[in-house]
T-cell receptor
Framework: NAGVTQTPKFQVLKTGQSMTLQCAQDMNHEYMSWYRQDPGMGLRLIHYSVGAGITDQGEVPNGYNVSRSTTEDFPLRLLSAAPSQTSVYFC????????????FGPGTRLTVT | GDSVTQMEGPVTLSEEAFLTINCTYTATGYPSLFWYVQYPGEGLQLLLKATKADDKGSNKGFEATYRKETTSFHLEKGSVQVSDSAVYFCALSDGSGGSNYKLTFGKGTLLTVNP
C-alpha cells in the first residue's frame, strides 16, 4: 500500500496562475480532506469529501476548488494564486465509521510570488 | 465550536529528560483525541490516540491519558532521545453527528532534544 500520495512535492507559482495539487489514496477510504499548514497556525481544513461526488467547505475554503469523481482521487485546484496561499498543503484520508483517525500524505510546499 | 489549545513552545530538553506537552480541548460531543508527530520535512504521523474518557494511548514510550474532568490530553515521555526532535500536534475528532471526517488541531509544539 502506498497510502496517501501527493504531487508535486514543491511548486512555485506567480500571482494569478492556476494549478492543481493532486492527492490519491489506495486504502479505499470514504473520507478525504485538504489542510493547509502555516507557521504558528497548526493545520486548517480547506475542503473535505465524505464520498465520491460529495464535497463541502472547511474552515478556509476561499480561493480553492475541489471535486471527487472517484474514491481514490481528491484534487485541490487553486483558481488564481495569491501570495496568501503560500503554505504547505496536506491531503488526508480516513475510513467512514472510524474514530476520526486520519492518514496524511507527505505534503506539497507551495510558494506564490 | 471545537478547539484545541496546546503548549506552543519551543521546548528544548537534554537527552533522557522528562517531557510533558500540555493539551486541553473544547468539544460539544464526545471526541476522540490524538497526538500526531511531524518530523522535519515530512507529513504528519499518528503517534497515539484515545477514544473515551480514562483511556490511555501509548506508543514509542509516549503516553497520554484522556481526562474528561479536566478536558485534557497531555503528552508525556519519561526519557526523550535526540530522535524525538519534531513538531507535536494535539488534535480531536468530534464524532457526534457523524462528523469524524474532520480533525481540529492545536498549533503544534516544536521539541528539540540536545545530546
Amino acid at each position: 500500500n502506498a497510502g496517501v500520495t501527493q504531487t508535486p512535492k514543491f511548486q512555485v507559482l506567480k500571482t494569478g496562475q492556476s494549478m492543481t495539487l493532486q492527492c490519491a489514496q489506495d486504502m479505499n477510504h470514504e473520507y478525504m480532506s485538504w489542510y493547509r499548514q502555516d507557521p504558528g497556525m497548526g493545520l486548517r481544513l480547506i475542503h473535505y469529501s465524505v464520498g465520491a461526488g460529495i464535497t463541502d467547505q472547511g474552515e478556509v475554503p476561499n480561493g480553492y476548488n475541489v471535486s471527487r469523481s472517484t474514491t481514490e482521487d481528491f484534487p485541490l485546484r487553486l483558481l488564481s494564486a495569491a501570495p496568501s496561499q503560500t503554505s504547505v498543503y496536506f491531503c488526508a484520508s480516513s475510513p467512514a465509521g472510524g474514530v476520526g483517525e486520519q492518514y496524511f500524505g507527505p505534503g506539497t510546499r507551495l510558494t506564490v510570488t | 465550536g471545537d478547539s484545541v489549545t496546546q503548549m506552543e513552545g519551543p521546548v528544548t530538553l537534554s537527552e533522557e529528560a522528562f517531557l510533558t506537552i500540555n493539551c486541553t480541548y473544547t468539544a460539544t460531543g464526545y471526541p476522540s483525541l490524538f497526538w500526531y508527530v511531524q518530523y522535519p520535512g515530512e507529513g504528519l504521523q499518528l503517534l497515539l490516540k484515545a477514544t473515551k474518557a480514562d483511556d490511555k494511548g501509548s506508543n514509542k514510550g509516549f503516553e497520554a491519558t484522556y481526562r474528561k474532568e479536566t478536558t485534557s490530553f497531555h503528552l508525556e515521555k519519561g526519557s526523550v532521545q535526540v530522535s524525538d526532535s519534531a513538531v507535536y500536534f494535539c488534535a480531536l475528532s468530534d464524532g457526534s453527528g457523524g462528523s469524524n471526517y474532520k480533525l481540529t488541531f492545536g498549533k503544534g509544539t516544536l521539541l528539540t532534544v540536545n545530546p
